[in-house]
């Protein structure tokens, strides 16, 4: 049997199987090898632009411990200087001076959130907002314990890839929304989580939401930095432009086609997610058969694939035959869950 595609690897991660994280562990392996290349070729391309910065670097390199750089690395500030040409060669120079003498350490004290991010989360917003993202932080490590029970790899998939949390209180607006910054790998903001709108259900679905963008980015980034040309999602950097061709069957809004690619993923490691939590009575099941047909919508009739179809000469072969399997395994999801008949809603948050 031959081995699975690089982008089968992804769709087998986000089923949630236990025996899937050796996987994972791979796929950050390739990650860390992937940064460490580009680190070099960094510092290849700063010996032309400021000798004496590139001999500071090499030094503070060479003072750091394996598992401080590996750490360093995957800071997501770290990556998108490092795996994109965002930054300079002297800015990421600058960027490694400034964090390599200073690498994070997980702090007992913050339990899970400490452990994912090696320190506590960030928050913002007015010193009145404190308290209330205080108790958001607790309640999402009280949801992952009660979510792990039932879904056994979801912790230790969120814990590996998710390194930054930042939660944020925006006074003016009255909604929660989550993202992953473009290029921050691994990096999720939750805005306004404290409100009292926020139930849990939409809360631990956000965290896993942004946290499967962060895979999701580790193979992109494993495609553009041209370490892993199996990763690649494109054969053309044309749709990077950011003009958007396709339209998302989940939500209805028009989205680049990288974007939409990770969509593709993101909904699919939502779908397996809550689909394991039916009938758990770890959740309100009403609400859980809610987000899992929300999550379902976008795979029925093969509708992903029928979007890219007219773009099919700019991907690659392997990944739109991997979203045609999700598109026909989502239609075995549903009937495990016993939910195979029902109309797939649109237009819930």
């Not at 290349?37 to 010996?47: M, N, T, W």
């Not at 790899?153 to 390194?163: M, T, W």
């Not at 339209?247 to 690619?261: E, F, Q």
Request: glycine share 8%; charged share 25%.
């Amino acid at each position: 049997m031959a081995p699975p595609t690089r982008f089968a690897e992804l769709a087998q991660v986000l089923v949630w199987a236990t025996d899937a994280t050796p996987m994972l562990a791979a796929i950050e392996a390739r990650y860390i090898e992937c940064l460490s290349a580009c680190l070099g070729r960094r510092l290849g391309e700063l010996y032309g632009l400021d000798h004496a910065l590139a001999d500071r670097l090499r030094a503070e390199l060479d003072a750091t411990s394996e598992a401080d750089l590996v750490r360093a690395l995957l800071m997501p500030a770290t990556s998108r200087r490092l795996a994109t040409q965002l930054h300079g060669a002297d800015e990421a120079a600058r960027h490694l001076l400034r964090v390599l003498p200073h690498p994070q350490e997980p702090d007992a004290r913050d339990g899970f959130l400490g452990r994912i991010l090696g320190t506590v989360p960030v928050f913002t917003g007015r010193p009145g907002d404190m308290a209330g993202m205080d108790a958001v932080r607790i309640r999402i490590e009280e949801l992952f314990v009660r979510a792990e029970s039932r879904c056994q790899p979801i912790l230790p998939f969120v814990s590996a890839v998710l390194r930054e949390l930042h939660l944020e209180a925006d006074d003016s607006r009255a909604d929660f929304f989550s993202r992953s910054p473009q290029g921050l790998v691994g990096h999720a903001v939750l805005t306004n989580p404290h409100l009292g709108m926020v139930d849990e259900v939409m809360l631990i679905e956000a965290v896993v939401h942004e946290a499967t963008h962060g895979f999701v980015g580790i193979s992109e980034a494993l495609g553009l930095s041209g370490t892993d040309t199996e990763a690649r999602w494109l054969l053309d950097d044309g749709p990077y432009d950011g003009v958007s061709r396709v339209v998302s069957p989940w939500t209805g809004k028009a989205l680049d086609i990288p974007t939409y690619l990770h969509a593709c993923f993101v909904w699919w490691g939502l779908l397996h997610f809550w689909s394991d939590l039916v009938g758990s009575g770890l959740f309100d099941e009403r609400r859980v058969r809610s987000r899992l047909l929300r999550a379902a919508s976008g795979f029925r009739e093969r509708a992903l694939v029928r979007e890219l179809l007219p773009y099919q000469n700019l991907l690659q072969p392997t990944l739109l035959t991997c979203l045609d399997e999700m598109g026909r395994q989502a239609d075995e999801v549903l009937g495990t869950s016993g939910l195979g008949e029902l109309v797939m809603a649109r237009g819930d948050h």
